[in-house]
């Protein structure tokens, strides 16, 4: 039985000497006589451990972004059917059609009624194709506000779980308004007369990820990324090639892991993770989720509207001002 977190088809080049360990645990572990080996298994493990909080205290951002990506690692519909109670799916943006790239519905979070939003990957090959791989369409942001301002008319907070590479960039999403459908739902989302909270999951790109994640408070889980393009794509841009190199200098000169965002001011927290990432350990993650998602709606259930739409008009303002010094100086 493959031990939870592990992916042939997918392996973390960094975590190699962490897998040799694991490949001698699970030996042991497999034998008949595995009793015997006690206390080689606990020196293992402590060894295992140890390597493991020494790898993942020091991570580069391209790493982090190959973490956010593991095919493992937990999604949406994953976190949904951990936290969440008494779903109830919602479809459709009564203009178009239904985008299955974003998932929308009624849900119970621990004691909290909210209504839930979330982007979907898919798990399987024939899921990712469905789901555009998490690339939303226009429909899927109408879909969300559309969503979103039923929560409003109805008192309840709203819940998003941002987890996609970009919104989708084909020639029909263009001519349905892709842009406009983004730019509205920033718009509607500053100005809703309900509690928000947003956590970037696993990847936070441009605006598809920002489609959701205008809120009263936003997090990223410790090993997610957020930023206004993929490596890849800034590699591309800067050096006319996206490899291993320069998507490693790109990732660096985005500062889009979660304790940079922090640092910026882009982010309010970040959400631990299970040693060795939230594939390893999906239900302790979702569990750190759960917690931080229910104890900021009861923080946010005590403010009244108009003080949670000029909060959140006020937190955005100010990302990105800053003061010049020196033309002060001079004047």
Same mark, same amino acid.
């Given at each position: +039985? ?11 080049? #960094?975590? %190699?000497? *962490? ?8 030996? /042991? ?9 006690? $206390? ?39 976190? +949904?059917?951990? /936290? ?30 909210? +209504? ?73 989302? $500053? ?6 909270? =947003? ?6 790109? $441009? &605006?598809?990820?920002? !489609? ?32 291993? =190199? ?17 640092? %910026? &001011?882009?982010?309010?927290?970040? /959400?631990?993770?299970?040693? !060795? ?25 005590? *403010?009244?509207?108009?003080?949670? *739409? ?5 937190? #955005?303002?100010?990302?990105?001002? #800053? ?6 100086? $001079?004047?």
């Amino acid at each position: +039985m493959p031990r939870p977190g592990y992916s042939p088809l997918y392996q973390l080049d #960094f975590e %190699n000497p *962490v897998l040799e360990i694991e490949r001698q645990i699970d030996a /042991i572990e497999e034998r008949p006589d595995a009793d015997r080996y006690a $206390s080689e298994l606990a020196q293992l493990n402590a060894t295992r451990e140890s390597l493991l909080q020494k790898i993942y205290e020091d991570l580069k951002p391209w790493q982090t972004v190959r973490i956010a990506r593991h095919p493992l690692r937990p999604q949406t519909v994953d976190y +949904m059917s951990m /936290i969440c109670r008494d779903f109830c799916e919602l479809h459709g943006d009564r203009a178009f059609g239904d985008d299955p790239a974003i998932v929308t519905g009624f849900a119970r979070i621990g004691s909290m009624k909210c +209504m839930f939003i979330g982007h979907h990957k898919g798990k399987t090959v024939a899921e990712k194709v469905a789901a555009h791989f998490g690339c939303a369409h226009p429909e899927g942001y109408r879909k969300a506000l559309l969503k979103m301002k039923l929560a409003e008319k109805l008192g309840l907070p709203i819940v998003t779980l941002v987890d996609t590479p970009g919104a989708y960039p084909g020639l029909g999403s263009e001519q349905r308004g892709q842009a406009q459908a983004i730019a509205l739902n920033l718009l509607e989302m $500053s100005r809703l007369r309900t509690p928000i909270v =947003s956590v970037v999951i696993g990847e936070g790109g $441009s &605006g598809g990820a920002l !489609g959701i994640a205008v809120a009263d408070r936003v997090a990223m889980l410790e090993h997610a990324w957020y930023s206004v393009i993929s490596p890849e794509g800034c590699a591309a841009i800067l050096w006319k090639e996206a490899n291993e =190199s320069t998507n490693s200098r790109a990732a660096e000169c985005l500062a889009l892991t979660a304790r940079r965002n922090l640092e %910026n &001011g882009l982010i309010d927290e970040v /959400i631990p993770e299970p040693l !060795g990432g939230a594939h390893r350990d999906p239900r302790k993650a979702a569990d750190h989720l759960q917690n931080w998602i229910v104890d900021r709606l009861r923080e946010l259930s005590r *403010v009244n509207p108009e003080s949670l *739409v000029r909060q959140r008009l006020e937190k #955005f303002r100010k990302m990105g001002a #800053f003061r010049d010094e020196m033309a002060t100086a $001079s004047a």
